[in-house]
């Protein structure tokens, strides 16, 4: 299963779309069969275990308990690979939806593809962080359609996930660039800025924080900071860029940098 999501991912790097699409499909059937495998055993290991319980001899008893173990875990192991397989397919959807070219009712529809895959896990009494992460992302990325709601729903699931761990640099950033949109320039700075000293300059993540902190300096007039933090987020995200999407990006920052000279 990891390795069709792997392969899915490279494909989608290289802008083979339907290519990342087939190889989620084969990860999608493996996840199926293993499921309903994981279903019989961790029935099967219950029914055992509770005739285990009934007889005089620790021994049996051990074995059942071990064995109920082994499924259980291997249970929770499938829902967090599950979750692997539905939140790229969503991210899949959402990249499709923004491609250049896309027809805007496609487009619509492949965001509300990826609404639903991530709705699987983000809202769920079970939260998982990474599917509230990306649904916040979701609405923060459609922001112009409706500002008002949309930036409501994005800070709700960033909040969601620092409710249960406080330190998730992904959520933090989400809910900076949610103050940002909303003219809370000062706020979301200082949190950019925590976040990129947590991070330290060797995590990927660090490059994204620091273009977004970059548009503060250049909201705020602090051009020649704007400058610095654009520079080094060009030099260490897209010194050796190798896909469509990257490319863009980069062209998208040099942009703003010549905003900030001009």
Known sequence: LEAFLRLSALSANRGALTEAHEWLDKAQAVAEAAA???????????????????QAAPEPRQQAAAELAAARSI????????????????????????????????????????????ERYATQSTLDARAAISLGNLYFDYVDQDPATYLKRSAKFYHKVLETDNKNVFAATGVAMVLGESSFLDEAKEIFSRSREALGPANPLCGDISANLAHIHLLQGRYESAIQLYGATLKAKFASA?????????????????????
């Open 36 to 54: 309903a495998a994981a279903a019989t055993r961790l029935e099967a290991a219950e029914q055992a275990d509770e005739a285990a319980r009934a």
């Open 75 to 118: 249970a929770t192991k499938l829902t967090t690979s599950h979750a692997d397989l539905w939140i790229s397919k969503g991210d899949l959807f959402m990249l499709e939806g923004r491609s250049e070219g896309a027809v805007h009712s496609e487009s619509s529809q492949r965001v509300k593809s990826a609404q639903k895959c991530y």
């Open 242 to 262: 190798d896909s469509v999407g990257a490319t863009a990006a980069a062209h998208q920052l040099a942009d703003c940098v010549a905003l900030a000279q001009y």
